[in-house]
């Protein structure tokens, strides 16, 4: 019978929140509790693999833990895990410490941020909302290429800012927003009324990824003339000179190219949608910590 091993080193064990439940979370249960809890029960999670379901193989130490006993196995031995059943654990190990805040998702365009998050809201239970869908149905259907062509940028940043004040009011909910939102600062204000996540993935497979479906939907890229991953390339070379400091305004950063070194991946291409989920997640949950670190009077530590 095979389990679905998770990887200790890439996503620890996890705490049973069981015992917490009705009661009030964030503030009153910190992190170095959270910890405490963890030395107390560490536990693998365990699901039976569906022959169809996707596996993927680790080689790592694996540590299997209960109560104060602990066994490794096998170190260097190569275990199948079920990425999904990783990224619920991962979802369920978060959620009580969001008190449900939203979180945002920054990033290039065709970072993945929309798929990314569609992943993310269906384990957290929460609300998925597409921003530039979002501004298209306000405008009566038409398209943010077609908002580019007939009103201009200036007009399309205004709708877009007003998207993210409605969704600034709104709690667990997860909103993947334009790769240009983050050029306004009034954006970030309510952007950090929630948690926002910065989907980093380097220049060329992002260029990779438009021009293998077109820049016909990317209004700051179709005018360009020549082959279709250069011009991408290019022009996001410019976009990411006039951007690529505004996105480190995130609270949490993940690293395609991060991810797939510790993977073992010789490109981000590799990667799949699920585990770059799963380290959304453990981005986030490092925010939290350090925000609950930060929380905790001096002389609490």
């Not at 009153?28 to 039976?48: D, P, T």
């Not at 596996?55 to 170190?75: F, G, I, P, T």
């Not at 981005?283 to 905790?296: H, R």
Request: with cysteine; proline share 3%; aromatic share 8%.
């Amino acid at each position: 019978m095979e389990a679905a091993i998770a990887q200790r080193i890439q996503y620890p064990s996890w705490v049973d929140w069981r015992e917490f439940e009705g009661k009030s979370l964030r503030g009153s249960l910190r992190y170095s509790q959270r910890v405490k809890e963890e030395k107390r029960f560490r536990g693998l999670a365990l699901a039976h693999l569906q022959p169809e379901r996707r596996k993927r193989s680790v080689s790592s130490e694996v540590l299997c833990s209960d109560n104060n006993s602990s066994a490794l196995l096998e170190a260097g031995s190569v275990y199948p895990f079920d990425e999904d059943l990783i990224l619920k654990r991962k979802a369920e190990e978060v959620k009580p410490f969001l008190n449900g805040r939203s979180m945002y998702l920054v990033g290039m365009m065709g970072s993945g941020k929309t798929t990314v998050g569609k992943l993310m809201s269906k384990v957290l239970g929460y609300s998925f909302f597409d921003c530039d869908s979002l501004i298209e149905q306000a405008m009566n259907g038409t398209s943010v290429a077609e908002i580019f062509v007939h009103h201009g940028e200036n007009f399309f940043r205004g709708k877009e800012t007003d998207a993210l004040k409605k969704l600034s009011s709104m709690y667990q909910v997860v909103v993947s927003t334009g790769g240009g939102a983050v050029i306004r600062p009034i954006n970030w204000k309510y952007m950090h009324k929630g948690i926002s996540i910065w989907l980093d993935v380097p220049l060329e497979a992002l260029a990779h990824r438009i021009a293998a479906v077109g820049t016909g939907s990317r209004p700051l890229l179709h005018d360009e003339s020549g082959d279709a991953y250069s011009v991408a390339f290019k022009r996001l070379s410019t976009i990411w000179d006039e951007r690529g400091e505004a996105y480190t305004n995130a609270n949490a950063r993940v690293s395609l190219e991060n991810i797939a070194a510790k993977r073992g991946y010789k490109d981000v291409s590799d990667l799949t949608p699920t585990e770059i989920a799963i380290e959304a997640f453990e981005q986030v949950l490092s925010f939290l910590e350090k925000e609950e670190t930060m929380e905790i009077p001096d002389g609490d530590l």
